[in-house]
């Protein structure tokens, strides 16, 4: 299944910690100065290519739980590719990477689709993008360039109050962003999340509505950032992590046009659909981080 696999231990035997990027002899190649992961599924020929799912990290860059994602999308069908955002980029003395410009990030995402347009096992005509955490805007980035990505998922991300911000970061309104591509979002965010509120992610519903795009979206119960990771116990939560799964790989199909019987808008229609569990105590200010 796996092309050029880092191995998940590194030659020493230590685990490889959950903050610990990759080395850069551990990525496959896109070019003189682009590289990252890449998961083919075992079944994907020339015949019967398998579709594009490109997986952008959380704010630690290409780690371990990035790989895990990737191969996991990869065991059900889709060609993963996560390139590495940070390629020659160190953490500051606190340990952070830096924010990245949104012409950054599409060099990178141009990148990965360009690598696999190569490959005649991958359908680049079939591309959702996956963002996670501070990527979480990047798939509606690529989906305002790109109009072969049917499809963007937003796992807690995407609705941090930097999003709206005009600066040399970007320089195109978010909402013009959301309004330049028709492909199908699915949102999943957490009441607990301490990174964005409420208030932020029924601002991202208000722009897919006005901009008539389709979207799937709920904010789940009690749920922290981050509570997918399962490298970082303190915010992993097993049975909320797996009905995620569940439903991403659900909106994979419905979104993939092999899968035309199971569209999640029919032709010449929008669909929306929100869902929510908000205590009536809630109070964004005592969301705290967990580890």
């Known amino acids: 299944?796996?092309?050029?696999?880092?191995?998940?231990?590194?030659?020493d035997g230590e685990p490889r910690g959950a903050k610990d990027r990759l080395r850069a002899d551990e990525l496959t190649s896109f070019g003189s100065t682009h590289a990252g992961i890449v998961r083919v599924p075992d079944g994907a020929t020339s015949e019967s290519p398998a579709p594009i799912i490109v997986v952008a990290p959380e704010r630690y860059g290409l780690v371990q739980h990035t790989v895990d994602i990737a191969d996991r999308f990869a065991a059900n069908g889709w060609a993963a590719i996560s390139p590495d955002f940070y390629t020659g980029i160190s953490e500051d003395e606190a340990g952070r990477l830096p924010g990245l410009s949104d012409a950054h990030v599409m060099e990178h995402i141009d990148a990965a689709l360009a690598h696999l347009a190569d490959d005649p096992r991958c359908d680049s005509s079939r591309v959702v993008v996956f963002g996670v955490c501070?990527?979480?805007?990047?798939?509606?980035?690529?989906s305002a360039a790109h109009p072969e990505?049917?499809?963007v998922i937003m796992l807690y991300g995407g609705a941090q109050p930097k999003e709206w911000e005009l600066n040399a970061d970007r320089d195109r309104a978010y909402a013009e962003i959301i309004k330049a591509s028709a492909a199908p979002v699915l949102a999943i965010y957490g009441e607990r999340d301490h990174t964005?509120?409420?208030e932020m992610v029924t601002r991202v519903r208000e722009a897919l509505e006005e901009s008539?795009?389709?979207y799937r979206?709920?904010?789940?119960?009690d749920m922290p950032h981050g509570w997918l990771n399962d490298t970082m116990p303190g915010r992993y939560y097993q049975d909320v992590a797996e009905s995620t799964w569940t439903d991403m790989l659900a909106f994979l199909r419905e979104v993939d046009p092999a899968h035309n019987d199971q569209t999640i808008a029919g032709p010449g229609q929008i669909t929306w659909?929100?869902?929510a569990t908000v205590g009536t105590d809630y109070d964004f200010s005592k969301n705290e981080r967990h580890e």
């Open 1 to 11: 299944m796996c092309d050029n696999s880092p191995l998940r231990r590194p030659a």
């Open 134 to 142: 501070r990527s979480g805007s990047w798939g509606l980035l690529a």
């Open 149 to 151: 990505v049917v499809g």
């Open 196 to 198: 964005m509120s409420i």
């Open 212 to 214: 008539r795009r389709s």
């Open 217 to 221: 979206m709920s904010i789940v119960k």
């Open 273 to 275: 659909e929100f869902r």
